[in-house]
């Protein structure tokens, strides 16, 4: 595998690794909490990984400021990126919003700071079950 500088990789693509690695963890909870059924697991998962939901979930981030300054740059970068696609179910600014969060989550998997990662998708978690 080539080593890259993460700090490198442009917002879409670290969006693309963290629309996997958040709905990785969104699918372990819901399992964990008991729900096995197709169509259960995919309408509960919708409520943490819509664009609307993680558009809604950054805005809490940035409103709490529980975002690093790295961090927050990274969001912006995803942001501000431009896409050649867009959400079926959103509007553009929530899409737009919805890839900065994705690309802190890509971020921190591919850094490798797992603890940071965690701790930010059991804030998400927690934030979304207090609704």
């Given at each position: ?34 729900q ?16 609307k ?20 740059d ?8 431009h896409?050649h ?6 509007n553009?600014?929530?899409?737009r ?35």
């Amino acid at each position: 595998m080539t080593k890259v500088d993460v700090n490198l990789i442009n917002g879409i693509a670290l969006a693309f690794e963290g629309d996997a690695v958040y709905s990785y963890y969104i699918r372990r909870h819901l399992i964990f909490k008991g729900q096995t059924k197709p169509s259960q697991l995919h309408h509960s998962a919708t409520k943490y990984v819509s664009a609307k939901a993680q558009a809604n979930l950054i805005q809490k981030m940035l409103e709490d400021d529980i975002l690093s300054p790295k961090e927050l740059d990274i969001y912006k970068r995803g942001r501000n990126t431009h896409s050649h696609t867009k959400a079926k179910n959103a509007n553009i600014v929530t899409y737009r919003m919805s890839t900065g969060f994705e690309a802190v989550m890509g971020y921190l998997d591919m850094t490798e700071n797992k603890e940071r990662l965690e701790e930010l998708v059991a804030w998400c978690i927690q934030t979304i079950e207090k609704t």
